[in-house]
């Protein structure tokens, strides 16, 4: 019979043992009513001289055999033909023979004279078992053949944490054998920080049904069989009906690699683009301002040399547009490359800061720094310092106030936080778009994006009539490329 065939009694094979004549007649036509096709015997030695066993889908045997015993014949039946259900029918009506009978695995148990309702009932059953049986099978196969082909690693493990299954995906990615791995504990394949208290982990998810992975997407680090350490990402599922929790388990080296990478490159760019406003900055510094202050001199030769009241007037004018013109290079070398951020550090510049967005734009900036908390590197500097700057333009251009405060503090393991806020009229953070943001003159991504350089963090809270609290939190150490995960 196929393999997930639904089975129907037309023309389904019986084999009946029977020795006596009479009741094996009696089966026969019952058997033939109800469209089954029936090979009957009568001793032991015609049951088993046949090689078609994987025909039979049902064998019944009479307890008495002739020339064996059912104990002996049982087993063999069960060796022979697996897949066969078995139904013992007797005249006998001993109960050991019946435990005999069902620990050797038969379906089911007739004490004659048959009952043909009850007989019919019991092949019907057996047949529905079988049907479901086989189609349990055949889903098992599908499934196994789905694990065994997929490209990421499927893993289960029991309660205890013990690996149930370990898929080849998993074995080429782990470095281990299915035979090797199966009941270790999955603990195994954790770094050493996570392994000692993993069983901690399933423990207190059965006890509170709470678990940070479980019904998630996870990226976290894994151990290979070498001791190597390599990046994952994982999604786990619980499995109760089977007491059994399947993790699915990608090797995401590479997609980290590249990632690595474009940060990197996104980095030196970055970089790169400073250092040329730097360069800028200091054009403008060493030789347009020298060269327009050396006109301004030559102007002012010119006004006290001349009688001409005329010529003198508009050399006044002439003096007071460069005047204008070399505060302009002055303001644009200050905003390119502060010269006090590099030579005098964060906090200094940011009181310039404070008088620069005063004197320009009205706004009284209030600061609370923490000198302790002023960074040394000039990425981390240059990044603050434009975030904050940025802030402080956008509390000009949308609060409506004409008060802000900066605060700058140190925090443990060596992190700084920058608090820049103000009391003017707020917005509905959930309509920002990040998207839009600069061309709305929020700026945000710009923020966003330079705080990405330094791997810092940002949150924004506002609400409307409320004003506004920008929040950075970034680290003291200095950012240096990694090969893999920054941190699990």
């Known amino acids: 019979m196929p393999s997930g065939a639904s089975l129907q009694p037309q023309g389904l094979p019986i084999l009946l043992c029977e020795p006596a004549p009479e009741s094996r007649a009696q089966l026969m036509q019952l058997l033939a009513e109800d469209g089954y096709r029936v090979t009957p015997a009568e001793t032991v030695t015609q049951l088993f001289n046949r090689n078609n066993w994987s025909d039979y889908f049902l064998i019944i045997l009479e307890h008495d055999l002739p020339d064996g015993k059912i104990e002996d014949v049982l087993p063999r039946l069960k060796q022979l033909a697996p897949a066969a259900e078995l139904l013992v029918i007797t005249s006998r009506t001993r109960i050991e023979n019946m435990i005999i009978a069902f620990r050797t695995g038969v379906a089911d148990y007739f004490v004659k004279p048959i009952d043909p309702d009850l007989f019919r009932s019991s092949i019907k059953r057996i047949l529905q078992n079988q049907n479901v049986s086989s189609e349990l099978l055949q889903t098992q196969a599908q499934l196994k053949a789905i694990v065994d082909t997929a490209i990421e690693g499927v893993i289960t493990i029991n309660r205890s944490g013990l690996i149930q299954s370990f898929n080849p995906a998993a074995e080429k990615m782990f470095g281990y054998q299915a035979h090797e791995i199966l009941n270790q504990n999955i603990s195994l394949l954790t770094p050493d920080p996570i392994r000692v208290v993993h069983d901690q982990y399933i423990t207190r998810y059965l006890e509170t049904g709470k678990g940070s992975i479980i019904g998630s997407r996870r990226e976290l680090m894994a151990r290979r069989r070498d001791g190597s350490l390599f990046p994952i990402e994982i999604s786990v599922t619980d499995l109760p009906q089977f007491g059994l929790f399947a993790g699915i388990v990608g090797d995401i080296s590479e997609r980290k690699q590249a990632e690595q990478k474009q940060e990197d490159l996104t980095r030196a760019v970055a970089v790169a683009a400073q250092q040329e406003r730097r360069q800028l900055a200091d054009i403008l510094h060493d030789h347009l301002q020298q060269v327009l202050v050396g006109v301004r001199i030559h102007l002012d030769i010119a006004k006290n040399d001349t009688t001409d009241d005329f010529i003198k007037q508009t050399l006044v004018r002439a003096d007071e547009l460069l005047n204008q013109g070399i505060e302009i290079t002055r303001s644009l070398t200050a905003e390119l490359n502060p010269v006090v951020l590099h030579e005098e550090g964060l906090v200094t510049a940011l009181e310039w800061l404070s008088h620069n967005m005063r004197e320009r734009y009205n706004l009284n900036v209030t600061l609370d720094l923490d000198r302790r908390a002023d960074p040394q590197n000039d990425t981390t500097k240059v990044a603050l310092y434009e975030c904050i700057r940025e802030l402080l333009f956008n509390v000009v251009k949308h609060s409506e106030t004409t008060e802000a405060r900066v605060c700058m503090s140190l925090l443990p393991e060596n992190k700084i936080e920058i608090v820049v806020s103000d009391n003017g009229v707020g917005f509905d953070t959930q309509q920002l778009d990040h998207q839009i943001s600069d061309a709305s003159g ?40 990694t090969p893999l995960l920054a941190e699990t």
Do not use: M
Request: net charge positive; glycine share 10%; charged share 20%.
């Open 442 to 481: 929020i700026g945000l991504s710009n923020i966003e994006f330079r705080l990405s350089l330094i791997k810092g963090k940002f949150r924004l809270q506002s609400s409307r009539g409320e004003g506004t609290v920008a929040r950075i939190i970034a680290s003291l150490t200095p950012i240096e490329s």
